[in-house]
T-cell receptor
Framework: AQKITQTQPGMFVQEKEAVTLDCTYD???????LFWYKQPSSGEMIFLIYQGSYDQQNATEGRYSLNFQKARKSANLVISASQLGDSAMYFC??????????????FGQGTTLQVKP | DAGITQSPRHKVTETGTPVTLRCHQTENHRYMYWYRQDPGHGLRLIHYSYGVKDTDKGEVSDGYSVSRSKTEDFLLTLESATSSQTSVYFCAISESQGITIYFGEGSWLTVV
């Protein structure tokens, strides 16, 4: 069965430092996609980054990068140079091959990140 | 920002009453979804639609029904609301070939 696990309920990071948010996944499908979303206190879900299972390189989007380790089934989000506005809840999510190219996602429980000034 | 509007944004209702949440999109995307968010569970898929009048169940569909009579509108109905359906409900949309799934701003539902 598909599963996403985020083992860090909450994390702190000092402003301007880098932080890694952990995500492990489980699927038997060789074709899948991994997503990270940010949810600030206002509640909206903001798409950050996507990694396909066949992508050769780790995905990057500005200060966000995804450390994709396929053999370990991990897809950690790295935020470089943290800013106060990065304080939010972060969700890892997966879509496997059976879902095609749809938005049928399995979400992790989320990690709350607090950036300290 | 993707053109997704959810209504109502906040609602308090009594146990046993019917409730309908509406999701309206202006993007003409094929797929629409309803998720619920609860502490400790992240988001879970309730129902989704892959076209007008084409819908299917998600992970937590019991107690919910949906309808999509137009491309732009996707309705979620709680026929008889229960306290366990107190949650934040998110609508989402996506294109047939796209990667990004866009979420609405959420609807806070409290069943008392």
């Amino acid at each position: 069965a598909q599963k996403i696990t985020q083992t860090q309920p909450g994390m702190f990071v000092q402003e301007k430092e880098a932080v890694t948010l952990d995500c492990t996944y489980d699927t038997s499908d060789p074709s899948y996609g991994l997503f990270w979303y940010k949810q600030p206190s206002s509640g909206e879900m903001i798409f950050l980054i996507y990694q396909g299972s066949y992508d050769q390189q780790n995905a990057t989007e500005g200060r966000y990068s995804l450390n994709f380790q396929k053999a370990r089934k991990s897809a950690n989000l790295v935020i470089s140079a943290s800013q106060l506005g990065d304080s939010a809840m972060y969700f890892c999510a997966m879509r496997d091959g059976s879902s095609g190219n749809t938005g049928k996602l399995i979400f992790g429980q989320g990690t709350t990140l607090q950036v300290k000034p | 920002d993707a053109g997704i509007t959810q209504s109502p944004r906040h609602k308090v209702t009594e146990t046993g009453t019917p409730v309908t949440l509406r999701c309206h999109q202006t993007e003409n995307h094929r797929y629409m979804y309803w998720y619920r968010q609860d502490p400790g569970h992240g988001l879970r898929l309730i129902h989704y639609s892959y076209g007008v009048k084409d819908t299917d169940k998600g992970e937590v569909s019991d107690g919910y029904s949906v309808s999509r009579s137009k491309t732009e509108d996707f309705l979620l109905t709680l026929e008889s609301a229960t306290s366990s359906q107190t949650s934040v409900y998110f609508c989402a949309i996506s294109e047939s070939q796209g990667i990004t799934i866009y979420f609405g701003e959420g609807s806070w539902l409290t069943v008392v």
